[in-house]
């Protein structure tokens, strides 16, 4: 774990912690982009950090660290509900955020919309597609 990659992230706002009962139980990095970006954010050095555009579309959850204790679990949907609401406050530019997971021999691409344009209700959409 480099400590300097999350001084870094939490100085550049792109570090959410997840708090549980006044412990440090985890906490999300993430950068903001555009559609397309996703390839610049696999990288080698997964303690490099990149320069992001802060008025993209896109919020790419870059990590994703827990302590795994077992009690995380009840709270993983208020944290998920927290993260969503922290970026369509913050970013309003973003549309969807996007993370990917090795599943079944391969990568998926997992959105979940949070806006769309022209949408007045701003409904939450989620969909899953294989990356190539």
């Known amino acids: 774990m480099d400590k300097t990659y999350y001084e870094k992230m939490l100085n550049k706002n792109r570090l959410m912690p997840i708090i549980i ?4 139980a985890g906490f999300i990095t993430f950068y ?6 996703g390839d610049k954010y696999i990288r080698d ?9 802060k008025d993209g579309s896109v919020c790419f959850i870059d990590q ?5 204790d077992f009690n995380n679990r009840k709270f993983s949907y208020i944290t998920w509900h927290k ?10 530019n973003v549309e969807y955020i996007r993370w990917n997971r090795w599943k079944n021999g391969e990568v998926k691409v997992y ?13 939450v959409h989620d969909c899953v597609e294989a990356k190539a």
């Open 45 to 53: 050095d997964m303690w490099k950090v990149l320069d992001d555009d």
């Open 83 to 92: 993260f969503k609401k922290f970026i369509y406050y913050h970013f309003l």
């Open 111 to 123: 959105k979940k919309y949070i806006r769309r344009k022209n949408d007045i209700h701003n409904r």
């Open 21 to 24: 009962k006044n412990r440090l």
């Open 64 to 68: 994703l660290w827990s302590d795994k």
């Open 32 to 37: 903001v982009g555009r559609e397309g970006d």
